[in-house]
């Protein structure tokens, strides 16, 4: 039986109250800022009523009892009794990292730090004692009490996608004393029920002093496919609300009622997928490609031109089919950056520093999983921006600086990879002090002249730290290591500069190594390689006088800029004879180019990417190896780490040169 035929349904629930908690707190941090935001109060509201109704759909009775109270606290609030503090964020955040840990491992959540919680929540906004097994029913004490009549019957459905008609009556119970009779007329003979249909209607006679709008909130989320009426029967002017499907009147009180709803029908369009799946997908597009590679090269040999057209159909859906299942996995790299909001608001708080995250770029798009991995490494960078980086308030009034501190984020494409830069508008890295450190591990010889670029990738050493004591946060040299060994797996480079007195910048660089990539295919002797198209810049000819007058010299004139160049025969060791006229292409990497000699340039060749095993992990030159068509294997060439060969080895051939020259000058 396939594995993924039933998903468990706590999983469902988890994944779901993932996005809810997330929505909950960047609305919680909004709000912070701009306390008058209705729409904030009401988002957050919204998030935490979902997150008890479906806990105890689900079976998580914990989560629901205590995100009730949050709930009922956080009411007043929205009812404009009681202000968004700063304080009250902090303790509503708290209760969120709670229902978090309730969810994920309820064995282990501190009881008594969720007692706390509440205990604090109810100081702040002075609500009644909380007590779980038997929720207040209490009115507020300037309520009218009102009996209602409440007529609902859902839709047939409903439970069968996961709807509780059971804790709609406990909702109704909890807001008065009730009795509740339930409407058989609709249930069918025994042989024409189905096991999992709703057959039953409800009548129920409530006595509350809540609104109306707290009656048809029990309702908000199935609102729309179900038959509801609400009337006052104490004497009261009578005002139905529905029949099928009900559409309650809007309420001046209550602007934001159907709101849910209106987001449930946009939400329907998008569905989950777990990514094994596209995984699998992708493998199975990869063997698609290679298919209609070998499919494309036997109808090139074939007189028929009915194969050569159905060929080239082929070709054009494997195409468009590879670039749609790329486009699923790929996201924008904005729902990464929305997390490290709570981090900075925490630190700010930790630390006693004013501190703005700014973010820019949020719509550059990543595979799913390159930004998964992402996440580690860039709280790392920005922890220490903010503790190592931004001076204390004292420090930035003395420099003339802003009392708070700026951290920027921001994501952007450079040519054949993305940009992730961190950065600070703090006092800079300390030369001096990273030198004197590195010499103290004996990992630099004392006076040794090193560019900045080399000196600052020693805080990327394990063990290296120039904190002059230990915090909460940072100074036991733990963490950055693994920043350069994470992005390093994937494929990417760190470079980090500074200016003194204005701040530090680190930028990650990540190549776009996708699972299938357009390459462009070179012969060198008798293997062939492939270069990634996006990387290729133009291709030129090394005629024989330039092969020869560039010996000892590896670079080339192009358009009055000198470019360095490869002989990859020279690197592969290939036996053959050189080609009469070889060819360079010309890569680049960020902002440095080099040239790669080969033999002939063979075209254009959609690359299905396969990761070489871990015996070959050292290989720097290849970041994989391909099938081709007739079934022969062509390795993948790693531009990155060719152009910093091509520039390292350049500067070493230029220092020579520049000694003779002084030399002679002397």
Request: proline share 6%; hydrophobic share 45%; net charge negative.
């Amino acid at each position: 039986m396939n594995a993924h035929a039933h998903p468990d349904p706590a999983d469902t629930f988890r994944q779901e109250a993932q996005d809810l908690l997330e929505q909950l707190e960047q609305a919680l941090l909004d709000l912070e800022q701009t306390p008058d935001d209705r729409a904030l109060i009401d988002s957050a509201f919204r998030a935490l009523h979902t997150i008890k109704g479906s806990g105890a759909m689900f079976g998580f009775e914990a989560v629901a009892a205590f995100t009730h109270h949050f709930e009922t606290a956080f009411d007043r609030v929205r009812r404009g009794e009681v202000p968004p503090t700063g304080a009250l964020i902090a303790v509503a955040l708290a209760s969120k990292d709670h229902i978090r840990s309730l969810i994920d491992s309820p064995a282990e959540a501190d009881g008594v730090r969720g007692a706390a919680i509440l205990s604090d929540l109810q100081a702040i906004t002075d609500a009644p004692a909380a007590v779980p097994e038997a929720p207040a029913v209490a009115a507020p004490p300037d309520g009218v009490p009102a009996t209602w009549r409440i007529r609902f019957r859902l839709a047939k459905d409903a439970m069968a996608l996961g709807t509780n008609p059971l804790l709609l009556l406990d909702e109704l119970r909890d807001l008065g004393p009730c009795t509740a009779t339930a409407l058989t007329d609709g249930v069918p003979a025994l042989e024409e029920m189905e096991p999992d249909a709703c057959y039953l209607g409800w009548e129920v006679t409530l006595t509350t002093a809540r609104p109306r709008a707290a009656i048809e909130e029990v309702f908000l989320f199935v609102i729309d496919d179900m038959e509801l009426a609400i009337e006052r029967v104490d004497g009261a002017p009578a005002s139905p609300v529905a029949a099928a499907p009900a559409t309650p009147e809007p309420r001046e009180e209550e602007p934001a009622t159907r709101e849910p709803a209106r987001e449930a029908a946009r939400g329907a369009a998008v569905i989950r997928v777990q990514a094994e799946r596209l995984d699998e997908l992708m493998d199975r597009v990869g063997e698609l490609v290679i298919a209609q590679a070998r499919l494309t090269q036997l109808a090139a040999g074939s007189g028929d031109a009915n194969i050569k057209a159905i060929a080239e159909e082929v070709e054009r859906l494997a195409s468009e089919l590879r670039d749609t299942s790329m486009g699923i996995r790929m996201v924008p790299i904005g729902s990464l950056f929305g997390r490290f909001r709570r981090l900075v608001h925490d630190l700010s708080r930790d630390l006693g520093k004013a501190v703005e995250l700014v973010t820019g770029g949020e719509e550059t798009e990543l595979d799913k999983t390159v930004v998964e991995r992402l996440a580690d490494p860039v709280v790392h960078l920005i922890r220490n921006a903010v503790d190592h980086g931004l001076e204390t308030p004292e420090g930035r009034a003395a420099a003339g600086k802003p009392p708070a501190g700026r951290v920027r984020l921001t994501a952007r494409h450079a040519g054949a990879e993305v940009q992730i830069i961190i950065a600070d508008d703090g006092r800079g890295l300390d030369r001096e002090r990273i030198r004197a450190r590195a010499e103290e591990q004996g990992l630099l010889a004392p006076g040794a002249k090193l560019a900045d670029a080399d000196l600052f990738q020693f805080l990327f050493h394990p063990g290296f730290s120039t904190a002059r004591e230990i915090t909460a946060v940072s100074g036991r040299g733990v963490g950055m290591d693994v920043v350069k060994r994470t992005i390093e797996s994937l494929r990417g480079a760190i470079d980090v500069t500074t200016t003194a007195g204005q701040g530090t910048e680190v930028t990650l660089r990540l190549p776009l190594t996708l699972a299938i990539i357009d390459g462009l295919m070179v012969r060198v002797g008798d293997g062939r390689y492939v270069i990634p198209l996006s990387a290729v810049e133009e291709c030129v000819e090394l005629s024989a006088a330039d092969d020869a007058r560039s010996k000892g010299r590896s670079f080339l004139n192009i358009r009055g800029e000198l470019v360095p160049f490869l002989r990859l025969r020279e690197l592969f060791n290939a036996a053959t004879p050189p080609a009469l006229y070889q060819k360079v292409v010309i890569v680049s990497s960020g902002d440095m180019r080099v040239g790669l000699v080969v033999d002939q340039i063979i075209g254009s060749h959609q690359t299905v990417i396969k990761s070489l095993s871990k015996l070959h992990a050292d290989v720097e030159t290849f970041s994989g190896a391909t099938i081709l068509g007739d079934g022969t294997v062509a390795l993948i060439l790693d531009v990155l780490h060719l152009v910093e060969f091509g520039q390292a080895r350049e500067e070493r051939l230029k220092a020579p040169c520049q000694m003779a020259s002084c030399q002679m000058a002397s």
